[in-house]
């Protein structure tokens, strides 16, 4: 199968593209830089430059190919909050890409999105038969996922949990504060966090893209929603740190989710199935 990634080298392109040159199929990557792609044609990659926001390059990308992954992000880095980058890849990028593969007569379609769309559900653990519960940080998502369970292609959408792995900076930001005894709980700690290993992430879109049905959707997650507090209290204990106080601030709804649908219909499970693993 012929497949375009766009968001080729960000932290889950990068994880998936070799997944899928070791099973076979013929991947494109849309990048900005010839740096990037000098990279990925060293891998057997078929490269375009361009960019999501870019319509002619998406036009030219897209054409001959059997599937495409829409993972491009703009996370922002170093403590910045401002994600109307992000939001624009989300709305903006998303509606070129629809346009241009629609135009080039693509069927196959691989989503990702956040399960932050379910918003705070307390302590109760969902799948994706919940309620959303848009916020600000997950609107632009909203907005992404309408656009394309509106479009005619054979689509697939996977909600991910909040990644952590090599490359994330996720756990690394974690141990740093633990050293430095700043590692604290958002509130009392009982809030939930429904994690995901990238490498666990990239096996799903790989797994969407050969055995979704279309119109599908599903949670990308690990087999165990954590509360911050058993998760923190791990990291303090693994450097020896003390453990977190409560009464920290709140970054992220208190949310758990399930990830059995994915396990029965793509015939998927994660490689590391909770923390105790993925942060040995």
């Known amino acids: 199968m012929k497949t375009l990634i766009v968001g080729a080298t960000g932290i889950l392109g990068r994880n998936v593209i070799p997944r899928l040159l070791e099973r076979g199929h013929e991947v494109r990557a849309l990048v900005r830089g010839q740096e990037q792609a000098q990279f990925l044609r060293q891998m057997g ?70 399960a932050l769309v379910y918003g705070d559900k307390g302590q109760q653990i969902v799948d994706e038969s919940a309620p959303l519960h848009i916020t600000p940080v997950s609107h632009s998502s909203s907005d992404m996922e309408d656009m394309v369970r509106a479009s005619d292609l054979d689509w697939s959408i996977l909600r991910g949990g909040i990644f952590y792995g090599a490359g994330t900076s996720r756990e690394d930001g974690w141990r740093q504060s633990a050293r430095e005894g700043n590692l604290a709980l958002p509130g009392d700690g009982s809030d939930l966090i ?24 599903y949670n990308i997650v690990d087999d165990e929603p954590v509360s911050y507090k058993r998760l923190f209290d791990h990291v303090a204990a693994q450097l020896g740190a003390a453990p977190p106080q409560a ?18 219909e793509l015939a998927w499970q994660p490689v590391y199935p909770s923390y105790l693993s993925g942060l040995a």
């Open 45 to 114: 990659v078929e490269t375009v430059i361009g960019d999501i926001f870019d319509r002619a390059s998406l036009d030219a990308a897209s054409r001959r190919c059997d599937a495409v992954l829409h993972l491009a992000t703009a996370i922002p880095k170093d403590g910045n909050q401002d994600w109307s980058l992000n939001d624009r890849v989300r709305r903006e990028g998303t509606r070129n890409l629809l346009d241009a593969i629609l135009k080039n007569g693509v069927r196959r379609y691989i989503q990702q999105s956040i």
């Open 194 to 217: 429904s994690l995901i290993h990238v490498v666990d992430m990239a096996r799903a879109v790989v797994a969407a893209l050969e055995r979704a049905p279309s119109g599908s959707m």
């Open 247 to 264: 009464g920290g601030p709140k970054f992220l709804p208190s949310l758990g989710c399930s990830n059995a649908k994915a396990r029965q």
